[in-house]
T-cell receptor, first 111, second 113 residues
């Protein structure tokens, strides 16, 4: 089975720019969650998508938005980037409410 | 709301020694508990999970954890560690199996030769 894949692996952006991160779910999974992991910290829940609808959100501002597509792949968009947005962004997929399966993440650096 | 506290930020241990990584959680409702491992430059991998039933849960790579409801703890143990166990370990909690999983800050296990 194909695991969760994320692209790109690394990205450097300038403050104020916009970024799109992509994620392909593990085969057979219908739910996608996005997490932000700052250096030296645990992952923080951003939001979750189930069957193309957002069905849960953490404490992140509206400039963090997402999409889930019919094939259950997903995008995370961040507008008006800030220096504090520098982090590892993790995508995780699951089937309904089963435990999460993570990709290797996208390392975003904002300068 | 749920929260997770990992009591040790770093745990150094010699190879073949036993290890315990401590985790306490807080929740007003029943929860599911997880331990994940993160190797350098990788995502998180599920080690084990407690959903219900037996309080002693066995996972991959020889790890096990014990759920203690009265002490609200879910400590991770391994009787004999290897150099390859050096990684970051995260305890996590969820009201359901995976929705809005809340993670602790992590414990860095460093296994020395």
């Amino acid at each position: 089975e194909t695991g969760v894949t994320q692209s790109p692996t690394h990205l450097i952006k300038t403050r104020g720019q916009q970024v799109t991160l992509r994620c392909s779910s593990q085969s057979g999974h219908n739910t996608v969650s996005w997490y932000q992991q700052a250096l030296g910290q645990g992952p923080q829940f951003i939001f979750q998508y189930y069957r193309e609808e957002e069905n849960g959100r953490g404490n992140f501002p509206p400039r963090f938005s997402g999409l889930q597509f019919p094939n259950y792949s997903s995008e995370l968009n961040v507008n008006a980037l800030e220096l504090d947005d520098s982090a590892l962004y993790l995508c995780a997929s699951s089937l309904d409410n089963s435990p999460l399966h993570f990709g290797n993440g996208t390392r975003l650096t904002v300068t | 709301a749920q929260s997770v506290t990992q009591l040790d930020s770093q745990v150094p241990v010699f190879e073949e020694a036993p290890v315990e990584l401590r985790c306490n959680y807080s929740s007003s409702v029943s929860v599911y508990l997880f331990w994940y491992v993160q190797y350098p430059n990788q995502g998180l991998q599920l080690l084990l999970k407690y959903l219900s039933g037996s309080t002693l849960v066995k996972g991959i790579n020889g790890f096990e954890a014990e759920f203690n409801k009265s002490q609200t703890s879910f400590h991770l143990r391994k009787p004999s560690v290897h150099i390859s166990d050096t990684a970051e370990y995260f305890c996590a909690v969820s009201r359901t199996g995976g929705f809005k999983t809340i993670f602790g800050a992590g414990t860095r296990l460093f296994v020395k030769a």
